[in-house]
């Protein structure tokens, strides 16, 4: 372990894993007792699949208990799975969601109090303490991560700035106003700050900045570059969601070589999308969780659709909590163009390793030429590539083209458009827009 490595909670998150297993099949045989006698919903589904509380003996018991998936929260919205009468909830939040009704979140107080411990831990992971202050510009109200960081920050004793999302060029000013430390927003919003930065031609000296805690949407380790160049930080990569608590599930720390999961918080499992069967450590799949400890809502087997690999292997920072690796992609997220996956993020990578591109792109799908799958890319040019014409912006479109192609096997349109042409997203940045009508 470096002796610099900061924990909020060496205790837990240096546990012998041992001890740590012991600790998780204890709260695991709580948390399905629970769920089967104060939630009908858990209920019937254990028992279609013929499974009781007490059939759990060992860990790898999970495998026999039902999966909980996005629907079976909106079938019971809103308080349909709650575990407790509704006066003893203190907080609600709710995930957009694009179609259909809203996730809820449910929180009682010892919920809350399990929340900011593991976002005080995910906050002092990236190296923060007491000391610090906390640019908060994630969402505020229904969205989890606003409240999530915000509870977190204040559990660990930093100087939290509930600023939420937007007003950039304020944003600038207070960040150098108030010295703040560090950076909480999503990845997308990272750069669209570095960017009013830039054009109010503040210099980088006036901001006391190290780092920033970026999460709530995919991003890859071409983006991860980009903002640390901008930006001068180190930045550092936070996973979550509504129906398991919300920002702090995971988190990385000092090596910034994937996110640690609170595991005795979280069980995670990662199964194979397609037959549901449990996969090993080192698998690419589907992440699932059971949640340890929530009383208000209990999670089962939750799965995420999000696309990873778990690594058991010790860490230098001497955590012993498994890591996660970058989201590879969301289910949902993946397109299907022309019968081949391809996730944004592979277009992404390449976009970002190519010179004269502003990181800002999306992606539109459609299905119009002979009932072919057509995805095009448009990608914003630097002023100096702009101003060099339209040869030179066909040049490094057909090097994207190219690249893609190798990557992914498929062959794409590429359209570079102007400088500033791309709107920035204050929050989760919106890159697909498929209008395919399938
Ligand atoms: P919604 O499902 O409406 O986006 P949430 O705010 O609950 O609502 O989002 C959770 C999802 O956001 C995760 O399941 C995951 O797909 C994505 N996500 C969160 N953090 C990250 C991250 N660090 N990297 C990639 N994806 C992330
Ligand atoms: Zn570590």
């Not at 999503?186 to 109010?200: D, I, K, R, V």
Request: hydrophobic residues 35%.
């Amino acid at each position: 372990m470096s002796s610099t490595e900061r924990m909020w909670n060496a205790e837990f998150e240096m546990m012998p894993r041992d001890q740590l297993q012991k600790l998780q099949l204890q709260r695991l045989k709580q948390t399905v007792e629970r769920a089967y006698y104060k939630v009908p919903f858990f209920r019937k589904a254990f028992d279609q699949k013929g499974v009781k509380p007490e059939d759990i003996k060992s860990l790898d018991d999970v495998s026999k208990l039902p999966f909980t998936i996005k629907n079976d929260f909106r079938d019971n919205y809103p308080f349909g799975l709650l575990a407790e009468p509704i006066e003893n909830v203190v907080r609600i939040h709710a995930s957009s969601g694009t179609t259909g009704k809203p996730i809820v979140g449910a929180y009682n107080r010892n919920d809350l109090d399990v929340w900011a411990e593991v976002m005080a831990r995910s906050i002092t992971g990236s190296g923060a303490s007491a000391g610090d202050v906390l640019q908060n510009a994630y969402g505020y109200g229904l969205f989890t991560g606003g409240l999530g960081f915000h509870l977190g920050g204040e559990r660990m004793g930093a100087t939290v700035i509930p600023i939420s999302g937007g007003l950039s060029k304020r944003q600038i000013m207070m960040m150098e106003d108030l010295g703040s430390t560090t950076l909480c927003c999503t990845p997308s919003y990272a750069l669209a700050l570095a960017e009013t930065m830039q054009e109010g031609q503040v210099s980088r000296d006036r901001f006391k900045l190290q780092r920033g805690i970026f999460g709530a949407e995919p991003w890859s380790e071409a983006m991860r570059k980009e903002i640390e160049e901008r930006w001068q930080i180190d930045a550092f990569n936070i996973y979550g969601l509504t129906e398991l608590i919300g920002p702090g599930v995971s988190c990385e720390c000092s090596q910034k070589v994937g996110m640690h999961i609170w595991e005795d918080h979280f069980l995670a499992e990662i199964i194979d999308p397609v037959t549901g069967e449990p996969l090993g450590y080192g698998q690419e799949g589907e992440l699932v969780f059971t949640s340890l400890t929530k009383e208000a809502l209990p999670v089962i087997r939750y799965r995420t659709r999000d696309r990873t690999v778990l690594n058991v292997e010790p860490c230098a920072c001497g955590r012993t909590h498994v890591r996660m690796e970058r989201i590879r992609g969301r289910t949902d997220d993946m397109l299907i163009i022309r019968g081949v996956n391809i996730f944004p993020s592979q277009i992404e990578s390449v976009i970002l390793t190519l010179p004269d591109l502003e990181p800002q792109y999306f992606i539109v799908v459609d299905r119009e030429k002979s009932n072919l799958d057509n995805l095009e890319v448009r990608v914003e040019a630097t002023e100096r590539l702009w101003i060099r014409g339209e040869e030179a912006r066909q040049a490094i479109a057909g090097r994207i083209r190219r690249e893609v192609q190798q990557i992914v096997g498929i062959s794409i349109d590429v359209k570079i458009v102007e400088p500033k042409s791309i709107q920035r997203s204050e929050g989760k940045a919106k890159r697909v827009f498929d209008l395919r009508e399938l």
